[in-house]
């Protein structure tokens, strides 16, 4: 898998977390925008709001899931970088 060959194991598990989230933000920002375009009025109807509360909801959840794994990589390597110059063996 190319994947495996160019990425570490915490990458993949990244990748693994975010593309599911990613590919759902995506359907329902499409059903949304299906939506109002079937319904010119459509931002009144009770569902628009509850489908803008679930974009919301699976963006948060995205941003954050992105967000620790890019904090988790850069604490990683500045560790990776102070074991180095430490000299720390088998790190």
């Known amino acids: 898998n ?3 060959r160019w990425s570490s194991p915490w990458q993949q598990t990244a990748m693994d977390r975010i593309n599911p989230l990613a590919v759902e933000l995506a359907s329902n920002i499409d059903k949304t925008i299906e939506h109002v375009r079937n ?3 459509g931002l009144y109807l009770e569902s628009y709001p509850a ?3 679930s974009n919301a909801e699976v963006s948060a959840e995205l941003w954050t899931t992105v967000s ?3 904090s988790y990589g850069r604490k990683k390597a500045k560790a990776g970088k102070l074991g180095t110059e430490l000299e720390i063996p088998g790190r």
Do not use: T
């Open 68 to 70: 620790d794994f890019e």
């Open 51 to 53: 489908m803008l509360a």
């Open 39 to 41: 319904y010119q009025m």
């Open 2 to 4: 190319e994947r495996d």
